[in-house]
């Protein structure tokens, strides 16, 4: 069986290297980044189990929590944080984009331990469960719902869409709003459904989603 892969991104060499050493001692296949590039450049061209990240990278750099946005758009990849911040408002921009752990700086290796091996466990179970069955043209596709940013009702379909294009699906906004995730996913409209994760801003009348104005509800305003 292969060892799971782990990327570290930390710009700190010593900490970086300290964190592989423990990670190796237990079996981990590891990988380094020393700032955000170089790991979206690994996350496009590797898979992994699990990634690391620093929230302070470096002055001029983007940050661990920009990263962390990042990967949770674009990949079902579990990550956690280790940083020195005990920032109250730090601390709610990182877990408002859902880690799986979070720890302060300096930690034990115990901690580091534990905090991947629960990741990598919640990680598996919720890989089986983030999909969402759509149509794309003839055919039918599971889409990551990770990817989605904002689903509309139309007739007696929905129309689902992300970044790429727009699929759709036979069901009702009640019906779905029961399949998706609620940590993720909210009601704005009797219309429309974003993914939290996805809003820009928004007004008392307006969610923006992608740079689209979707219509806000008065009903909606205080969930939101």
Do not use: W
Not at 35 to 43: E, F, R, T, V, W
Not at 103 to 122: R, Y
């Amino acid at each position: 069986m292969n060892p799971k892969s782990i990327l570290i991104v930390e710009d700190d060499f010593l900490n970086r290297r300290l964190t592989r050493k423990t990670l190796n001692e237990m079996g981990y296949e590891v990988f380094e980044a020393k700032n955000a590039q170089i790991a979206i450049d690994l996350l496009k061209n590797n898979s992994f189990d699990l990634a690391i990240l620093d929230i302070n990278l470096g002055e001029n750099e983007q940050n661990g929590i920009s990263l962390g946005q990042h990967i949770q758009s674009t990949s079902q990849v579990p990550f956690i944080y280790l940083t020195a911040y005990d920032n109250p408002k730090i601390i709610g921009e990182a877990i408002r984009t859902s880690p799986y752990s979070y720890l302060t700086k300096p930690f034990k290796n115990s901690d580091l331990i534990a905090a991947v091996e629960i990741a990598m466990l919640n990680g598996s179970f919720k890989e089986e469960e983030e999909t969402l069955l759509v149509k794309d043209g003839d055919f039918k596709v599971d889409l990551d719902i990770k990817a989605i940013n904002y689903i509309e009702s139309e007739g007696n379909y929905l129309l689902v869409h992300t970044n790429e294009k727009t699929f759709s699906c036979r069901s009702t906004i009640s019906r779905i709003l029961e399949t998706l995730p609620s940590d993720s996913f909210i009601q704005v409209h009797r219309a429309f459904i974003v993914n939290r994760n996805k809003i820009e801003k928004f007004n008392s009348q307006s969610v923006f989603v992608n740079k689209q104005a979707l219509p806000l509800s008065k009903k909606y305003q205080n969930e939101l």
